[in-house]
């Protein structure tokens, strides 16, 4: 997966074939690793990372693919059979890992693992129960679904880094030195992201974002923000004309300037509140995944979390 820009032209040139039989020639086990397999992005990204020379990555989800969308194949199934770990987010954000876990052969010596484990989950939807409550109380325990972008918040992307770590360790145990010192020099970078964001925040002068779908929960949480979104946790949910006039309402009341829109969603709706309340547009990242352009690019979790954070300060902005 390193040598991406290499295998593009080739990859390019077998999309006809793969088109037509349904394989993935990228996610391939390397004999001699620890073959790691991680349901999407954010945690592919913290396998490679802290996992370096010594494993292999396969991500399930391929680039460009929103993960709220996808399910996994059969041949998903064959590839995680054979590997030695398979890394998941859970907090509901793959509906498909029961069936999953369940659907593998019993005694492959494989390792699963639940990355959000330790997080302090968002429950509820905390939007709908704002305007229940007026006096901005927030009670996000009456609520049924858990909100599961844990990963868009530097703070809980270090307790995932740790969780990767352990599980490395688990699947791996020969390698321990070759991890911990991955995992330290990752999470130095973390614990700098973290600290950006929460010093540059609390220095922006407005606190309310509208973002496309409710990817933001833990980011606006820890680092004090307030997220309005156009749709629900999942982004092909369909706004009713009523929750669009509230967004519109919001985005007046407030003197919101910006309304941030995602790469991998369609901006119709972002589109349609901006020019109805004559806002600009601007990119937010919930980082669900790559996009081809971005892989190609070089892009990681850093550099896009950073784009995220100079966009927050720019739509915050006086
Ligand atoms: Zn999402």
Not at 27 to 34: A, D, N, S
């Amino acid at each position: 997966m390193r040598s991406i820009k290499h295998m593009s032209l080739l990859l390019s040139a077998m999309i006809v074939f793969l088109a037509a039989c349904g394989t993935n020639s990228d996610k391939t086990l390397v004999e001699g690793k620890t073959n790691v397999v991680t349901s999407f992005y954010p945690l592919y990204y913290l396998a490679s990372e802290i996992g370096g020379d010594r494993v292999n990555v396969v991500n399930l989800i391929p680039a460009g693919v929103e993960p709220h969308d996808w399910t996994p194949k059969s041949q998903d199934l064959t590839i995680a059979s054979k590997a030695q770990l398979f890394l998941y987010n859970g907090a509901g954000l793959e509906g498909w890992t029961d069936d999953f876990l369940n659907g593998l052969p019993k005694n492959t010596g494989l390792i699963t693992a639940e990355m959000s484990k330790g997080i302090e989950l968002i429950h509820g939807n905390p939007e709908e129960e704002e305007e229940d409550h007026d006096h901005g109380e927030h009670d996000h325990d009456h609520g049924l679904d858990v909100d599961p972008h844990t990963w868009v918040s530097p703070k809980s992307a270090m307790v995932m880094a740790a969780n990767v770590k352990d599980s490395l360790i688990q699947a791996d145990p020969a390698h321990k030195e070759d991890f911990e010192a991955n995992y330290d020099e990752l999470a130095g970078k973390l614990e700098a992201l973290n600290e950006e964001f929460e010093s540059k925040l609390a220095a922006a002068p407005h606190k309310s974002i509208v973002v496309s779908h409710q990817a933001f929960g833990y980011l606006a949480r820890d680092y004090g923000l307030t997220q309005i979104a156009i749709t629900g946790l999942s982004p092909d949910a369909e706004p009713r004309a009523q929750d669009l006039l509230k967004v519109a309402k919001f985005v007046k009341s407030e003197g919101i300037k910006y309304i941030y829109f995602e790469e991998m969603v369609s901006p119709d709706l972002a589109k349609t509140i901006a020019s109805e309340t004559h806002t600009k547009l601007l990119v937010l990242n919930p980082i669900e995944g790559l996009t081809p352009k971005q892989e190609k690019a070089g892009e990681d979790y850093l550099s896009l979390m950073q784009k995220n954070l100079q966009n927050l300060l720019t739509g915050l902005q006086e």
